[in-house]
């Protein structure tokens, strides 16, 4: 600053190093940076010497060295321990799973879950959180108060206890499936069974055909594609609708019609639940577990408020002139919404939907309330059966990682692609 | 975005520079003295005053002293027990720890400061008790842990006297009439998470054959709770803590436990490995409540012992020979332990034969009465 007002004698004689900002900050920077490798070094100088004394030398060993372990090869000393058997079952595996796989494929396991909790979480709770949103700027009072409520009563308690109230109080007080000898579930028509153990439902299944069958489905896209490629090329030359669209809808569904009555066995069938002999699960059809059930509801409820709340700033930050030049221009309101309101809004609303989603992914590690067998669930029984609890703790932490990494390196790009290009 | 990107891989980078760099060094020693290195880098007069503190703070870790001096000096014994599970180790709504498990930490304190009272109570579920004992947060863990071999080797423990014989129980609705393992077929379990119950459930059910779901939770109301709400058709834990949650229990009389056993679980007191002289500590000091009932020696008769002539009993209450003393406590330990807390007989009698549990000593009476309690010699 000064350099502007008082000229060359200043810069001549020199500022005492200790005076001069410059310096300073970077001294500052550097001292810092001292203290906390010292501060972590001594932490760690700490936590292999007591490692030590209890006789866990893992962190002696080298960190790069190839073994084999129980016939799997490991490329570390330091995670040998994932390739034991990990002994323990779990209540939801996707992959394959039993007790006698190494602890790395309960790991995989619980990754697979968390995503699937994940995946499924985002999609609902972004659908959730924009009606609410847009509900919560309707004309229509009531609709709007509902929503409010919604918000402000979703916002302000903690998610454990929701967690808690949506398995305790929901879904656990559905009735048992038996008691005594007695069925006591309630069953839909369909047969869809509501239990405490769970949603039982009839579910499609394939048969020995299916195989074949897919085959036809992959000719019937082709087929499809095909007349939708020559159909357009005559519309063009024609310049008439040929009916495009309905055309190909019609080859692909002809064709998978075919492959269908062809075949000798159906290839798909619907799989009625049936209660198992001893009366305590199902057979067949599909359950949807009530500790995933709860889980799932908890994270959309809690982050569709949160959403909601983004999604109403985000409309109310466009312009009130856009809304006008539309209506002058004679769009209705669900016109005004989907071509003027929400494309700008969501220019807004991603940044910060992006830390929502984040939030939702981190915050299915509570799962362990609801016993769901995600990630971090799964890991704390490793760390537990095997006391190797740096390893494992650096293992999900780079997993979240990573999620999150994935999470925001995607919706970057999607913000990218959505934001004006000045032009 | 892009700036956080970039602190999130720097810090990152960091996180991996310090954790390889302290894993090459070949021991805790040589990474302290390897200290001062990055310091260099630093402007000189700031780099003493910064690695100064952080050394000598090092040597002052307990890694470099034994457990006993560490007790003394804080003139409390810190003791991991249970908080849920009455008769064993449970937080009372006075605000109290009671039970049996409880009264082992007692034992400890009265031999090795001379008050049963002066612990320091650490509540602990199942999976938070072995990283609190491995990392030095408490100084014993006394709270139904089984002995196993992987925990004494490989997790960095010692296991002291098994204080209470057990083996895993399932318990069942009397309503379902659930005879045997085959029975529950498609059933859901609830059991706790960290246990070797979880492992032994496993491994049996799989042995008969029978699939089932495991439903886990972290600590024993919660596991408790979801199966008397029905989410579980059974609960499995050491029949010990079953018959403890039954004191818990809503409706303790539609419940029951079935006549099966799952495993051996034998249950201890745990010290840290590697401190030898802690764990002969504890562990005479349990094998003294043992030969107290042995000898017939109760909180209330003890005085008299002290003139007896049983060159044993002498031994024992420290008035002959220096057994205390040569491990480093007071010579009047046992006497301390059996006069403050009871012999262990008395122990069990006071927790586990009253109502609602009544446990019958079986295998747990003395091995002069069948059962499996026996104390090496004092000598
Ligand atoms: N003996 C077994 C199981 C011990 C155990 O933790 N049992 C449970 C079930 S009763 C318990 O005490 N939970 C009390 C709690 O975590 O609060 C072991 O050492 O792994």
Known sequence: ?423 | MRKSYLIIVSLLLVAAMLVTACGAASTPEADQSSQPAPAEQAPAEQAPADSAPAESAAQEQPAGKSTLETVKERGKLVCGVNQAVPGFGYLTPEGDFEGFDVDACKAVAAAVLGDANAVEYRALTAQDRFPALANGEIDLLSRNTTWTMSRDTSLGFDFTVITFYDGQGMMVRKADNIKSLQDLEGASICVQTGTTTELNLADQMAAAGVTYTPVVFQDAPSTVKAYEEGQCDAFTTDKSGLVSQFAVLANPDEHEIMDVTLSKEPLGPVVRHGDNQWKDIVTWTLFSLIAGEEWGITSQNIDEFMTSEEPEVKRLLGVEGDLGTGTGISNDFAYQAIKQVGNYGEIYDRHLAVEPFNLARAQNALYTDGGLMYSPPFR
Do not use: C
């Open chain 1, 1 to 423: 600053m000064s350099a502007s007002s008082a000229p060359a004698q200043h810069n001549k004689t020199r500022i005492p190093f200790y005076r001069d900002t410059r310096v300073l900050a970077v001294l500052i920077q550097a001292v810092f940076a001292v203290f906390v490798v010292v501060f972590f070094v001594w932490l760690f100088g700490n936590m292999f010497g007591n490692l030590d004394t209890l006789g866990i030398t893992d962190f002696q060993q080298p960190f790069f060295r190839v073994e084999q372990v129980n016939g799997k090869t490991s490329l570390s000393p330091w995670f040998r321990f994932l390739y034991s058997s990990a002994g323990f079952d779990i209540l939801d595996t996707p992959i394959s799973y039993t007790r006698q796989d190494p602890y790395l494929r309960a790991l995989a396991v619980g990754i697979v879950n968390t995503i699937r909790v994940g995946v499924i979480g985002i999609i609902l709770s972004t659908l959730l959180g924009v009606l609410t949103g847009v509900a919560r700027l309707s004309s229509n009072w009531l609709l709007s108060k509902i929503a409010l409520a919604y918000i402000e009563v979703i916002r302000n308690t903690p998610l454990l206890v929701q967690l808690f109230f949506w398995y305790f109080a929901g879904l656990l007080a559905l009735p048992r499936l038996r008691t005594g000898e007695e069925i006591t579930a309630v069953i839909l028509p369909g047969p869809i069974y509501m239990t405490n153990r769970g949603i039982a439902m009839p579910w499609i299944r394939g048969t020995p055909t299916t195989g074949q069958w897919a085959l036809f489905v992959v000719a019937a896209i082709a087929l499809a594609w095909l007349v939708s490629f020559i159909l357009k090329r005559q519309e063009e030359k024609r310049q008439r609708s040929l009916r495009r669209s309905t055309w190909t809808f019609l080859t692909f569904f002809a064709v998978a019609a075919i492959g269908w009555f062809v075949l000798p066995v159906q290839p798909l069938r619907i799989e009625q639940p049936v209660v198992a002999d001893t009366g305590f699960g199902f057979v067949g059809g599909l359950t949807i577990l009530p500790q995933l059930t709860a889980l799932v509801f908890g994270l959309v409820i809690y982050t569709g408020a949160f959403i909601a709340e983004i999604v109403r700033a985000g409309i109310q930050a466009v312009p009130k002139g856009q809304t006008e030049a539309a209506r002058a221009l004679g769009l209705r309101n669900a016109q005004m919404l989907r071509l003027i309101i929400l494309p700008q809004a969501l220019r807004i609303i991603i940044p910060p939907m992006t830390s929502q989603y984040l939030n939702l992914v981190k915050n299915s590690s509570l799962a362990t309330a609801v016993a769901y067998p995600e990630l971090f669930q799964i890991s704390g029984t490793i760390l537990n059966q095997t006391g190797r609890a740096v390893q494992v703790i650096i293992i999900v932490m780079l997993s979240y990682l990573a999620f999150s990494l994935i999470i925001s390196a995607f919706l970057n790009w999607y913000n990218k692609r959505v934001q004006l290009v000045e032009r």
